[in-house]
């Protein structure tokens, strides 16, 4: 059959709306293979109406309630429930305040329409190796809280994506929450990207870099999470190392950005993504610095 | 220029209000008793032999009415003219491209209809495919279309002047080869039809269709039904772009799974199939050669064009023959030589596009223009003053120029822009390009030609226009209602536009070339002076006075000098009704008859009036370590003769320029080497949105078209003819780079950088 047809209408499942999160677990492991969780549903009809995924049973998160909060104290930091909306987080005063480079990353996502509907839990599922929400959470080195039926357990983003549009998450595991460790003073962030053709359209490469600098200059700690430049969002570990303990400069961030470049493996148009990893991580740093002063 | 009171005035357009709260009825939300679904299933190869198609399994699924494939039709092939009918309703076969519809479902509902087309099963025997001119013009190439000798389905060659001397006597001669790429059309609304076939065989087609007189031909003539049993309706239609002129696959299966079912059918196809397999813009190689004098006056042109353009000939001849026509146009260019090829591919159909071929033309010569005027140090803004078209001038071609505000929308873009500050002072990597452009205000083809109006007074003194036009959405209701009221002393609001039903008027030829304005707009010019020619005799005989002492104008018929001596339009119009039970219907018909049908072997002739034109000047922000541009303003002008409506006429160049700025930035089908298009969703082929359009600034120099209606002339279409000329040149203002291939990619951009840091 034509690849062209291949956005067709919804095939034919079971709709299940589960109350709680351990039915929904239930459900989960009963239907092994065949069931797959709804959230915002941004990824994953497209993904049945491209016959990607035939699941026999949808199972939705949305009738369990109090999974998409907002929370923070100086504790615990930010906790996220999995179904809060690309739209509440980035309009989220307490986002935009303490950790901005996830607001822009959640306010570039497609258009309102999508963003009301997509949620962050959900963008880091779907795996997707350009979402834009992982960069930012890289750099914020968030946990994933998993529960399941044998209980819960916290797992590093950094090792939650496995592969483009696959996860380490075990049938019967549902994500339920993102964990963000609270920030030290003098702490900044930022998320850059460029889109692929137009200004609304999937990222072609981001950047999110979290940076602390000391009142002398020096970089106390530095995380740079990047998007859509290998089959998962990754960490550039050997920049950050660059800039490490070391006096922050326009030359040592030039070469912060072009290490991060160098740790870059993308598939279509490498070239011009690695150059731009460069350029985006370059100027993030710079921002970032400039505002630490 | 005249004293107008509803022409010229910024109206709000008649069916903004449905539109803007979601309630217009598009034919994809039509729906009647016992409607059936259609689907159709597409060929997977981009060129094979179909050996066998089994439905039997597809007919047996509960639910299904009917199947049908090629074979069902009785064996006439469809093109613009008949000499150039080269594509079965449904593939007959052979597939000739990835997307060719082979087999149509009739089903109670779209997922039985889908689940049919599965059961569908297709023995192919898969061919080489020819994906590109130069492999199709190859000697021994193997055909596309089997029954031909070769692959060029279509050639010219014009020549106007002594080009050879010409060049001779030329002080500065410069050639470069530019190239650009296949796009999709992309509208808003999909190709989407309702068809109903009634006991006594009469069809209804209620279509998404841009000029459904042409689907009416084709429909009859590929049916084989006469034309009094096809009953064209148009709901509202969400935007056209030249996609949607003739009958395709899935009006005739629509229309035949009715017939054979006895049930309306209803046909939407998704956008994925749309921007894969429906019309798309040639892919284009065009030399052009340009010979000047040392301040800049054009001498000379020549110029080879190579389009690529898919498995079917569409309106290719009329396609070249516009890229030769328009190197006359807007500039005096005294001498021109050209050839072109059309040539058959394997890949979906390429026809017309919003501003046509012409598109193409204006960018190598605009980009050619700006490259010769930096060789010999003339100015840009300069140099296309010097060689604008004027008043009465005649092209080398034929063409005549009977009003031409050129030269001041040239002035003008360049003064708002700020063009002589910007070269005193410059902003890096910011820059500022400009581009003109024409087209004509309508043009003949073969068939029909002429439009016709009526105009229905009603009782209460408003009135029901009926056109042969079709709103597309470009605003042709709104300022033809606007011509009614002016011509009747009436309000925008006391008029009202009828259903286009080809039961009740005979339809346009078709919406193209900006006709309506002009054509359209004459014929209900005509019908609504028919109709106040009627109240006027009335109103003499009651005011004692001669009918030319007459004048209509708000609501009232007075006596010109004289306005105490007045009755009320609506005093006038019942004397008529009441009194002499005489109902009143105006009738108008217009035509240019004085011009000449294009002639595609030479070139020659008048073949319009109302020659439009277009300056446009873009200032661009280029980012130098990302090659991305932003377009930072758009400075568009028009002489469009007498605006009928402001605002609606600002749309159309805002949309124009938009929309070509996509094939300047954006868009490019990208096929695999089987011939797939890969970017077949709006995920994947981007066009410009919201967020790309740039701060518009409008112009309209006002002329007075002595043929059109209040002097009006077309100009929808044309208003994106200069866009990629002149975002082309606005890049190279900002950064030097020239680009010569389409789109403009940040990669060809950092290229061009790179290649000027290394001294090249």
Redesign the interface.
């Known amino acids: 059959?034509?690849?062209?047809?291949?956005?067709?209408?919804l095939p034919?499942f079971t709709y299940l709306a589960p109350k709680t999160l351990s039915e929904a677990s239930n459900l989960l492991q009963k239907y092994q293979g065949k069931a797959k969780l709804l959230a915002g549903g941004t990824d994953l009809l497209v993904r049945m109406k491209e016959r990607w995924v035939v699941p026999e049973y949808v199972i939705s998160l949305n009738k369990i309630g109090d999974l998409d909060y907002i929370r923070h104290d100086e504790k615990e930091g930010l906790r996220l429930g999995a179904l809060a909306t690309h739209q509440t987080v980035a309009n989220s005063s307490l986002i935009k305040e303490k950790y901005r480079l996830l607001a822009e990353a959640c306010g570039k996502i497609a258009h309102p329409q999508v963003r009301n509907r997509g949620t962050v839990g959900g963008n880091l599922c779907n795996a997707c190796p350009s979402a834009d929400t992982a960069p930012p959470l890289l750099a914020l080195e968030a946990q994933l809280k998993l529960v399941s039926s044998n209980g819960e357990k916290l797992v590093p983003l950094s090792e939650f994506m496995s592969g483009p549009f696959t996860t380490i998450l075990k049938e019967g595991e549902i994500l339920t929450e993102i964990q963000v460790p609270d920030l030290p003073p003098r702490a900044a962030g930022k998320y850059l990207w460029?889109s692929?053709?137009?200004?609304?359209?999937?990222t072609l490469v981001g950047a999110a870099v979290l940076m602390t600098v000391s009142s002398d200059g020096i970089c106390q700690q530095v995380r740079i999470g990047l998007g859509s430049v290998d089959q998962t969002p990754i960490r550039a570990a050997k920049a950050e190392a660059l800039l490490q303990g070391h006096k922050v400069s326009p030359k040592l961030i030039n070469e912060a950005a072009r290490q991060a470049a160098g740790e870059t493996k993308p598939r279509s148009?490498p070239?011009?993504r690695r150059?731009?990893t460069e350029?985006l991580v370059r100027r993030s740093l710079t921002q970032v610095v400039k505002e630490l002063d | 220029m005249g004293d107008y009171a509803v022409v010229g005035k910024r109206v709000p357009r008649i069916d903004a209000v449905p539109k803007v709260t979601g309630k217009a009825t598009y034919a994809g939300d039509l729906v009647l008793p016992g409607m059936l679904h259609g689907k159709l299933l597409r060929s997977p190869y981009a060129h094979a032999e179909i050996v066998h198609i089994d439905t039997r399994r597809a007919e047996k699924l509960p639910g299904v009415r009917a199947v049908i494939t090629g074979k069902d039709f009785p064996g006439r092939n469809i093109g613009f003219m008949k000499k150039y009918s080269d594509r079965p309703p449904l593939a007959l076969g052979k597939v000739r491209y990835v997307g060719e519809a082979v087999a149509a479902v009739a089903a109670e509902d779209e997922d039985t209809a889908e689940q049919a087309l599965e059961l569908i099963s297709v023995e192919y025997k898969e061919l080489p495919a020819v994906l590109t001119a130069e492999e199709a013009m190859r000697e021994g190439a193997i055909l596309v279309n089997e029954g031909k000798s070769r692959n060029i389905a279509a050639e010219t060659k014009f020549l106007f002047g002594d080009v050879e001397k010409a060049f001779q006597e030329s002080d500065y001669v410069r050639e470069e080869t530019f190239r650009t790429q296949r796009i999709s059309i992309g509208f808003i609304e999909p190709h989407a039809v309702l068809a109903s076939v009634d006991a006594s065989g009469k069809v209804t087609f209620q279509g998404s269709k841009q000029s459904p007189y042409i689907t009416m031909r084709h429909l009859a003539y590929g049916l084989d039904i006469p034309l009094n049993k096809i009953r064209m309706i148009n709901p509202y239609i969400g935007g056209a772009f030249s996609g949607k002129h003739d009958a395709h696959d899935l009006d005739f299966a629509a229309v035949m799974l009715s017939q054979k079912t006895g049930r309306p059918v209803r046909i939407v196809v998704s956008q994925s199939e749309i921007i894969g397999s429906y019309r798309q813009r040639h892919s284009k190689e065009m030399w052009l050669k340009l010979g000047v004098k040392k301040d800049g006056t054009l001498v000379a042109a020549d110029c080879r064009v190579i389009a690529e353009g898919g498995a079917y000939l569409g309106v290719g001849p009329l396609n070249i023959y516009l890229i030769g026509v328009f190197l006359n146009l807007p500039y005096r260019l005294p001498n021109i030589r050209y050839e072109a090829y059309r040539v058959y591919t394997n890949k979906p159909i390429c026809g017309a596009v919003r501003g046509q071929s012409i598109v193409v033309c204006r960018y190598g010569f605009e980009s050619l223009l700006d490259m010769v005027a930096g060789d010999i140090g003339v100015d840009r803004v300069d140099i296309r003053l010097k060689n604008a078209i004027r008043n009465g001038d005649r092209t080398a071609n034929g063409m005549q120029v009977d009003t031409s505000g050129l030269t001041e929308c040239i002035e003008r873009v360049a003064e708002k822009v700020g063009w002589e500050e910007s070269r005193k002072k410059k902003t890096p990597y910011r820059g500022i390009g400009f581009a003109c452009g024409s087209l004509p205000s309508g043009s003949r083809l073969g068939g029909h030609f002429g439009a016709l109006a009526s105009v229905n007074i009603l009782e209460d003194g408003t009135a029901v226009l009926h056109h042969g036009g079709t709103e597309l959405g470009q605003g042709i209701d709104t300022i033809m209602a606007q011509m009614v009221a002016e011509v009747l002393g009436l309000r925008a609001e006391d008029v009202q536009v009828g259903i286009e039903d080809s039961d009740m008027v005979t339809l346009d030829p078709g919406m193209f070339a900006d006709r309506a304005t002009f054509w359209t707009g004459n014929a209900v010019k005509a019908a609504a002076e028919d109709a106040r020619r009627q109240l006027a005799e009335v109103a003499a005989e009651a005011l004692q006075v001669p009918v030319e002492e007459l004048e209509f104008r708000d609501r009232q018929v007075c006596v010109r000098n004289n306005p105490e001596k007045s009755l009320a339009f609506l005093s006038v119009l019942r004397g008529a009704m009441y009194g002499l039970g005489m109902p009143i219907i105006g009738r108008g018909t217009w035509a240019a008859r004085d011009i000449e049908l294009p002639d595609f072997s030479t070139g020659i002739g008048n073949f319009a009036h109302g020659y439009e034109f277009i300056a446009q000047a873009v200032e661009v922000e280029v980012d130098p370590e990302t090659g991305r541009v932003k377009v930072l303003r758009a400075v568009l002008s028009d002489d469009a003769g007498q605006p009928i409506n402001p605002m609606l006429l600002d749309g159309q160049q805002e949309g124009g320029f938009v929309f070509t700025k996509g094939q300047a930035l954006y868009e490019e089908c990208i096929f695999d080497e089987r011939g797939q298009q890969v970017n077949y969703s709006f995920m994947d082929y981007k066009m410009p949105g919201v967020m790309e359009a740039p701060e518009f600034e409008n112009i309209h120099v006002i002329t007075n078209d002595p043929y059109g209606p209040f002097g009006a002339k077309g100009a929808g279409e044309a208003s994106g003819i200069p866009a990629l000329g002149a975002i082309a040149n606005a890049v190279h203002d900002a950064t030097g780079v020239r680009i010569k291939e389409l789109p403009i990619t940040p990669e060809k951009i950092l290229e061009g950088l790179r290649v000027q840091k290394g001294g090249k």
Not at chain 1, 196 to 202: M, P
């Open positions: 059959m034509s690849v062209i047809l291949n956005l067709r209408r034919e460029l692929k053709i137009t200004e609304i359209d999937e148009r070239e011009y150059e731009m350029v």
